[in-house]
């Protein structure tokens, strides 16, 4: 399991480090593994940037519940999506009111 870090004052890196991943995008060799970076940020409202690889999701998801200790995530941002124009998504979660 990884810990979230701070990196600033209410921002974190959440992301997890990947040692059985040797080919990246079935191209390019790592033999020593792969980071996935994600960050979140801790304010009035909780904004977590970027996921990582559905493997390794329940150390994510653990680093998440660990750090906000029953708060909830209020927006996502999305930078890495399967889409065409490879453009950056907020995502307002549900349940949660979209502030602007």
Known sequence: MNLAREIKKDIYWIG????RTHIFENYWPIPKG???NSYIIVDE???VIDTI????MD????NIEQLLNG???DYLVVNHME???HQSFIVPLPG???YR
């Open 34 to 36: 792969v980071a996935y």
């Open 16 to 19: 997890v480090n990947d040692r």
């Open 45 to 47: 409202k909780v904004v």
């Open 53 to 56: 690889e559905k493997s390794k």
């Open 59 to 62: 150390d994510y998801v653990e």
């Open 96 to 98: 949660r009111k979209n």
């Open 71 to 73: 708060r909830k995530v």
């Open 83 to 85: 889409h065409r124009s």
